[in-house]
């Protein structure tokens, strides 16, 4: 069998172009324009590069967008500050702190300041709790695992997964428990691997969706993959890549690409899979935020 590749690109375009169909019909219906803050501390090019692609995306969405850039030497409190103004500003309904901040800034204390409606990164621990106790209407859910979701539905053809075998590898809070739980959701028998889980490939074998977040380059080969499963990469891995001359690099998957692609039914490829869904998925839960605060029923995605 060779799989048929999901296309995460295309399916990220789609998910854009219902935001911003849907942020022209809530500024005609309510005169709301959604609006997302990104806050940035320190200058790694990495995390500016997301940055500027998000604000990107969001102007092109049609939203109000604003970055602020804090120097790397940006106390605790001044971030505090910040994030409260930016939770009293009603033309802000989204606010994303591009992680990892400096050493001085404790992270959880950042995220818990976020007002949870406001959290569309979906890491505020109401919005964990909600999303744990399946309260997914009420919930901001986390972008790389609801993006994930995304391609599994459109893979599958259907939005139940009832009957099916889900094996989530990695459980870190930001990808794996968050897309163990929408699994568990969406009905799917779900079950969590990690670095103590005992024989790998046999329980990966039991999936008819194996989502793999890992950070080790291709890590999941054939000895891991169910004929004809769904197999969603997260991995985002640089290796070196001499081939393409010296100190030359590409980016890889954990999931052993041409291996798996002999037995899957479907596969996300890397780069081009889950990578553009997240921040189509970030702007989704803006216009999400928009639409819950102007009493709009949101779309759904
Ligand atoms: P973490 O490092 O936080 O978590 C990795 C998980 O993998 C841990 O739960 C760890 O287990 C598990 N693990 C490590 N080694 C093994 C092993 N040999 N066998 C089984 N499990 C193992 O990573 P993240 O969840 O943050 O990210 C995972 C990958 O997804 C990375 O490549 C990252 O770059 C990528 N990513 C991609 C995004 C995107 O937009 N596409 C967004 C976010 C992440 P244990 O808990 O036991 O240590």
Redesign the pocket.
């Known amino acids: 069998m060779t799989a048929s590749v999901i296309d995460g690109k295309a399916i990220a375009e789609e998910v854009i172009s219902k935001v911003k169909s849907a942020t022209a019909g809530i500024q005609e219906k309510a005169g709301v324009q959604p609006g997302i803050a990104v806050v940035i501390v320190g200058s790694d090019p990495a995390s500016q590069v997301y940055v500027r692609s998000k604000g990107k995306r969001a102007k092109e969405c049609g939203f109000k967008s604003e970055t602020h850039e804090l120097p790397e030497t940006t106390s605790q409190q001044e971030l505090l500050d910040l994030v409260g103004r930016l939770n009293a500003d009603p033309s802000i309904h989204g606010i994303l702190v591009q992680l990892p901040l400096p050493s001085q800034i404790d992270e959880d204390a950042v995220i818990t300041s976020i007002l949870p409606e406001k959290d569309v990164d979906g890491f505020h621990p109401i919005n964990v709790g909600r999303l744990g106790t399946g309260q997914i209407d009420s919930a901001m859910l986390p972008?790389?695992p609801a993006?994930s979701m995304v391609l599994i539905r459109k893979a599958l053809g259907k939005a139940d997964l009832s009957g099916l075998n889900a094996v989530v590898?990695?459980?870190?809070?930001?990808?794996?428990k968050p897309m163990a739980n929408l699994l568990l959701a969406a009905n799917a028998t779900v079950t969590i691997?990690?670095?103590?889980?005992a024989d790998?490939p046999s329980i990966a074998r039991t999936a008819d969706i194996l989502v793999?977040?890992?950070?080790?380059p291709e890590?999941i080969g054939a000895d891991c993959i169910k004929p004809g499963a769904c197999v969603i990469d997260?991995?985002?891995?640089r290796v070196p890549a001499p081939e393409k001359g010296e100190g030359k690099t590409r980016l890889v998957?954990?999931v052993n690409y041409a291996q798996a692609a002999e037995i899957a039914g479907s596969i996300t490829p890397v780069p081009g899979?889950?990578?553009p869904?997240?921040i189509a998925m970030l702007m989704a839960n803006t216009l999400v935020s928009a639409c819950r605060t102007a009493g709009l029923e949101p779309p759904q995605f």
Request: with cysteine; proline share 0%; aromatic share 0%.
């Open positions: 972008c790389t993006g590898v990695g459980r870190s809070n930001i990808v794996g691997a990690h670095s103590r889980t790998l793999a977040a890992v950070g080790r890590m997260v991995g985002i891995n998957g954990d899979g889950v990578g869904m997240t």
